[in-house]
């Protein structure tokens, strides 16, 4: 599946947003991938998840487990797991920070691919993966749906995205007029009080 499908799909489900939009890292962006209204139809994850799946054993063998964060990694973390016929868990924030919890652990050294559904700094990766390493896994790749950021994203380990795009995100203070002109959306979890 190339990145022109996988846009297609994010089409078909109405999930290519426009408008002003600030991104978990805190940038802002004009667009917005609504992974969800893609994820919600099991069909269209499923074509997604198995494309990813063989993309990431091409890339490194055989893996393990798969883990994701919550919130947005958990639907495409499990599916994918199911075509890789390995466990699927999920860490979430605990005071802010990653953890793994709900009785989920793993076993020293075994081989993790870190699954999430979008990259766009690649920090939320990285808290993850981090999260990973410290309950004592061996992360041998991290993976996603959709890396915006044109394959600049640094996640410490190698990405293997189903699609990259390159899409612009700005800082705060240095919006350009016509995106500071829209009334900013907040979507997703980073930012939700208790
Ligand atoms: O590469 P990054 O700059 O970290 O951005 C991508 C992250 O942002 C979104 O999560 P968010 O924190 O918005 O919460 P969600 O998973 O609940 O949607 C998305 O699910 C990724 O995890
Ligand atoms: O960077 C993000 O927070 C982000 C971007 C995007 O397009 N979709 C999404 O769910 N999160
Ligand atoms: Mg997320």
């Given amino acids: 599946m190339q990145t022109e499908d996988v846009l297609a799909e994010f089409r078909d489900a109405g999930a290519l947003r426009e408008g002003h939009f600030v991104l978990s890292s805190g940038l802002h962006s004009p667009v917005f991938l609504q992974k969800n209204l893609v994820f919600m139809d099991t069909e269209r994850c499923a074509r997604l998840c198995k494309a990813l799946a063989e993309k990431i054993v091409a890339a490194v063998g055989p893996v393990d487990v798969a883990i994701s964060p919550a919130v947005g990694g958990i639907i495409p973390g499990y599916e994918t797991a199911r075509w890789l016929k390995v466990p699927s868990m999920y860490v979430e ?80 203070d240095a919006l350009p007029p016509e995106l500071a002109a829209v009334p900013v959306e907040d979507p997703g979890s980073r930012r939700l009080s208790k």
Avoid at 101 to 121: L, N, Y
Avoid at 133 to 143: E, F, L, N, P, Q
């Fill in 93 to 172: 924030r605990e005071g802010g920070e990653f953890k793994l919890r709900r009785g989920f652990s793993v076993e020293p050294g075994q081989k993790v691919v870190m699954v999430e559904d979008i990259v766009t700094t690649g920090l939320s990766s990285r808290e993850c993966i981090a999260a990973i390493k410290a309950a004592g896994g061996d992360v041998v790749a991290a993976a996603c749906i959709v890396d915006r950021s044109g394959g600049r994203a640094d996640v410490g380990v190698p990405l293997v995205a189903l699609a990259t795009l390159d899409v612009p995100a700005y800082p705060a």
